[in-house]
């Protein structure tokens, strides 16, 4: 071989050599430019987002009741003595006015005799007072008496009279007494305790262990329910609600809030809310344990998002918006009432806004992210 064919393969060796070393370079170059773009798109966070919008649907606050009688009244005696009969037990439906007792007052019988005794002395002495004071008036005109005793004499009937009409008010005291001898229904319920008989001492008043009878109105039930601060605002008359009760778990109750107190308990920090309910059909028992649902109505002025969208930071409440670049922009929010899975939103926050689900914790402004598919993290 001659030495021209020795150097012409000798070249192209070379060549060959420099282009696979070039082309080692190169893929080594791209390889490493593939691995950190590969790294630079595994280090940003995949996320997933939600949509922040208006409240459109209201919400169902349950909350304890309690069940009262529309009225209810404990009925104590009005005169001292013995009771000498009942005509009512518990259970039974009474009438306004109607006699539930009777009792047994001689002492006041005999106080009521004496009063219309000095009621009738008090009568004839005005009488005589009266006749006399005319005489003696008749007299003074004919200058046949002094002016001081027909002054006198005038002022004897006056004083006369008073009496009269003291003893009068006497006896119209006693007769009221006399008429508290018969235990009466102050309307139209059912007597639901008996604490008395036949012979026991009856005192007059209200002190332990002196009420005679109870009774209560049970056609109309007044439930009462004591609303958290954060609700109270939305809680007006009007407002309707379901009871459910645990003794009738296949039932729900139709009532209405009627009124509210207006103020806020300062210990509890809670409203108290009466509700109506008709129990006409008597299917409820005053004393019973409610449930009651309340259907909050929806504000359009808030916004509402779950609550693993919040971040817990020492600036307060925040959560993790995206813009056009899908970069995350932090705000802060004021939050308004908590539902348990998600939040009222009545500040920091505009409607439509694109917000972060389950942000890390690590989470600051600028970072870039991506955003998952629907139904991917």
């Known amino acids: 071989m001659s030495n021209k064919k020795i150097r012409r393969y000798a070249l192209i060796a070379l060549i060959v050599a420099v282009a696979l070393g070039v082309w080692g370079e190169i893929s080594r170059v791209v390889a490493r430019s593939n691995l950190a773009k590969e790294n630079l798109e595994a280090s940003i966070p995949t996320v997933a987002t939600i949509t ?18 529309f009225m209810e009244a404990p009925i104590y005696a009005r005169t001292n003595g013995y009771l000498k009969s009942w005509d009512t037990d518990i259970g039974t439906l009474v ?41 003696w008036q008749g007299l003074l005109a004919t200058q046949s ?17 008073a009496a009269s009409d003291s003893a009068a008010a006497n006896v119209a005291r006693l007769r009221d007494l006399e008429s508290f001898k018969r235990v009466a229904a102050p309307f139209t319920g059912v007597i639901t305790a008996r604490n008395t008989d036949v012979g026991a001492l009856i005192n007059a008043g209200q002190s332990a262990g002196t009420e005679l009878f109870r009774i ?29 009760f645990t003794e009738q778990p296949n039932r729900t109750f139709a009532a209405k809030t009627v009124r509210t107190s207006n103020s ?12 109506e309910l008709d129990n006409a059909k008597g299917d409820i028992f005053p004393g019973a344990y409610a449930e009651v649902h309340f259907k909050l109505p929806a504000s ?27 970069r995350v922009k932090l705000k802060s929010i004021i939050q308004g009432r908590d539902f348990g899975n998600s939040i009222e939103v009545l500040s920091g926050l505009a409607p439509h806004e694109v917000v972060i689900v389950n942000p890390p914790d690590s989470i600051t402004d600028g970072v870039q992210v991506r955003v998952a ?5």
């Not at 359009?300 to 670049?325: C, E, H, I």
């Not at 598919?373 to 993290?377: I, L, V």
């Open 145 to 161: 008496v002094s002016k001081q005793d027909a002054d006198e004499k005038s002022g004897d009937a006056a004083a006369k009279k």
């Open 52 to 69: 922040a919008e208006p409240s459109t649907a209201g919400e169902d606050l349950v909350l304890p009741g309690a069940v009262q009688a």
């Open 264 to 275: 806020l308990d300062p210990a509890l920090r809670t409203l108290q809310v009466e509700l």
């Open 300 to 326: 359009a002025a808030t916004l509402r998002l779950p609550a693993n969208t919040v971040l817990f930071r020492s600036a307060g409440l925040q959560v993790a918006t995206l813009d056009g670049q899908q």
């Open 373 to 377: 598919a629907p139904g991917k993290t």
């Open 95 to 135: 009438t306004k006015g109607q006699v539930l007792a009777r009792i047994e007052s001689p002492e006041v019988d005999q106080q009521l005799s004496q009063a219309l005794a000095d009621l009738a002395t008090a009568r004839a002495n005005e009488t005589l007072s009266n006749s006399t004071n005319v005489r």
């Open 216 to 244: 209560a109105d049970t056609k109309k039930l007044r439930i009462f329910v004591r609303v958290p601060e954060i609700f109270a605002a939305v809680t007006k008359p009007g407002l309707e609600a379901e009871l459910r």
